[in-house]
């Protein structure tokens, strides 16, 4: 069971020039099950620069996260921090 995923921004980015301004305007998660059908989705705005930090608590059977990012800030470079997907078994 997948029961969070968490998108965290480049605010502490090690170089402080990348922390600002290559974020996204919107995130959407998909939860694929084994054999590749979305059984959950939900999106999140990611207004302001850095990036907010966003969780999502889907609670779902899956096997697969996919990230669909949006609106990019910057048109040559892009990108967040890290993301923790927390699994129960």
Partial sequence: MIS???????????EPSFR???GF???????LDASGNIVHQ????LGGTPDPN??????????????????HESDDCGGFGEYQVLVER
């Fill in 42 to 45: 939900e999106s999140a705005v």
């Fill in 4 to 14: 969070s995923v968490t998108i965290i921004s480049n605010a502490n980015n090690s």
């Fill in 54 to 71: 966003v969780t999502f608590n889907p609670a779902v059977e899956g096997s697969t996260v996919v990230l669909n990012f949006s609106g």
């Fill in 25 to 31: 305007e919107a995130v959407t998660i998909q939860i």
């Fill in 20 to 22: 600002t301004g290559f």
